[in-house]
């Protein structure tokens, strides 16, 4: 199934869509008129599009792109990223070395007492000694990194209780949870050490930046020529100190001292990068823990999901057709008293006016019939998704190009899901982010649907409580799908939703 098309003709506006819009833009003028035009080639999930902060850095020349990636480099020394990413490393490092010369001595003794015959208790008590220490400090770890870095890793789940000496001392040991924190903790120590050298060059640099005030100012160096001169400091374990015996020298070794600080933040950042993965996949939640906490969030959205459909579908027939068709009933009744059984001519002015308002009951009844029926399952939907897009873009007031490319159909599930989740992003785009078009792109890619929503609007779109946004994330996840969000400030948004193409 392939279709890649100029959207149909815009017909007349529709009522919104069956989910209400989200405020997660900024408020937007008057739409522009209906204009489609026909979409090229679909883009990859993540592709940047025409007004994207991306594709502006892609359509720029080489020359361009190297002035703002050389701005990139010398302004990083400057951020709080990574003065935060150094000191992280610095304080990382005492903590790693206590905890590992720790958690060793502890293990190697009670691994010694637990093969003998006299220790063996002893020994076990130790060992779990040892894990319950690895265990702290992980904790510690993990807040380090929370506070400096803004890691936020979950706690693994606690074991389950045991009775006993012998039951605590059998769970103790055999808990992974308590070893894979002693992983940690032992790689722990050489990452650290790798830190502390990162860190090193942040000090080597300000060392040799201050070296001509440190002449000049501080009288470091009074004695102009000297024997000794003034040092220049280096990271390097080969290469030597040099000297310099003048002035002009140590404005060279100022300079030095720049290009060693411009480097150090991008080697405190791949030490800080090992140790996130790290902190990620040993201090962690397991990854079957894990996906048993994924089940058990999408199980409770989806029940919740199913049950406020069910309070939506009784609220919309209580309070809309359930009030019509008992207007329409009364109606009847008193069309049927007026015609009357006695012979008496009937009041033809007052009989029309009943019938008319019997009618007007009827069709409204009907329509809100539809509207709820619509919003269950769209009957569009039962020509495909391409049909089913095509005809949400000919009703959006913003002109949209739309894409889309599906050899294989998913299923009825997973396209309800798609359309839905269109629905509410090109609402958000009519009607919150300034946008003068859209591109609506649906690509399928290695048994994953993928549906990108761009617009060239203002962006600061972001998921909150209560917006459209999370209720979209809540949607995809029953299904094991995504919703991810790029609006930076001025800049458009591309919202790409990933899901399976069988639920």
Not at 331 to 342: A, K, N
Not at 391 to 410: E, G
Not at 461 to 482: F, H, I, K, M, W
Request: aromatic share 4%; with cysteine.
């Amino acid at each position: 199934m392939q279709d890649s098309r100029k959207a149909p003709p815009p017909s007349p506006p529709d009522p919104p869509p069956p989910h209400p819009p989200s405020a997660d833009h900024q408020p937007a003028g008057p739409p522009s008129a209906p204009h489609l035009r026909p979409a090229g080639p679909p883009a990859a999930a993540g592709t940047a599009r025409p007004g994207a902060p991306g594709a502006d850095r892609a359509a720029l020349p080489g020359p361009v792109r190297a002035v703002r990636g050389i701005g990139t480099v010398l302004r990083t020394p400057l951020t709080a990223r990574a003065w935060l990413e150094a000191a992280y490393c610095l304080a990382a490092f005492p903590l790693a070395v206590a905890g590992s010369v720790l958690v060793i001595v502890l293990l190697a003794l009670g691994s010694g007492l637990l093969v003998s015959l006299v220790g063996g208790i002893l020994g076990a008590l130790i060992l779990v000694a040892a894990l319950r220490l690895a265990r702290v400090q992980g904790a510690a770890h993990r807040a380090l990194a929370r506070g400096l870095l803004g890691e936020r890793i979950p706690a693994p789940v606690p074991p389950a209780p045991a009775h006993g000496l012998f039951g605590r001392l059998d769970a103790g040991l055999r808990n992974p949870v308590d070893w894979r924190c002693v992983g940690y903790v032992l790689v722990k120590l050489p990452v650290s050490a790798f830190g502390m050298y990162a860190v090193g060059w942040w000090v080597t640099g300000l060392v040799n930046l201050s070296t001509p005030l440190r002449w000049s100012v501080l009288g470091q160096y009074p004695r102009h020529g000297g024997p000794h001169g003034a040092p220049v400091l280096t990271p390097l374990p080969f290469g030597g100190a040099p000297r310099f015996h003048t002035f002009w020298g140590t404005l060279l070794a100022a300079a030095i001292g720049v290009l060693t600080l411009l480097v150090a933040p991008w080697l405190t950042r791949a030490v800080v990068a090992v140790d996130r993965r790290l902190l990620r996949e040993l201090l962690g939640p397991g990854a079957l823990a894990e996906r048993v906490r994924d089940l058990e969030e999408t199980r409770a959205l989806a029940v919740d999901d199913a049950a406020a459909l069910l309070r939506r579908v009784e609220r919309d027939l209580h309070d809309g057709a359930q009030v019509r068709l008992v207007a329409l009933a009364m109606s009847l009744d008193m069309i049927r008293e007026g015609i009357g059984d006695d012979g008496a001519g009937p009041d033809r002015t007052r009989l029309r006016r009943l019938v008319e308002t019997a009618h007007h009951n009827a069709t409204e009844a009907i329509a809100e019939l539809r509207d709820l029926a619509r919003g269950i399952h769209p009957p569009v939907l039962d020509d495909g998704l391409p049909d089913a897009l095509a005809t949400l873009a000919a009703r959006s007031t913003v002109p949209v190009d739309l894409s889309v490319r599906v050899p294989v159909r998913p299923s009825a599930a997973i396209e309800t899901i798609a359309y839905f989740c269109a629905a509410e992003l090109l609402t958000n785009v009519i009607k919150h982010s300034g946008a003068r078009r859209a591109t609506v792109t649906v690509a399928e890619q290695d048994g994953v649907l993928r549906l990108v929503v761009a617009d060239d609007g203002h962006g600061g779109a972001e998921p909150g409580p209560g917006s459209g946004l999370t209720g979209l994330q809540q949607r995809v996840r029953p299904v094991d799908g995504r919703l991810s969000i790029d609006s930076p400030a001025g800049g458009g948004t591309v919202a790409t939703v990933e899901l399976p193409l069988h639920a």
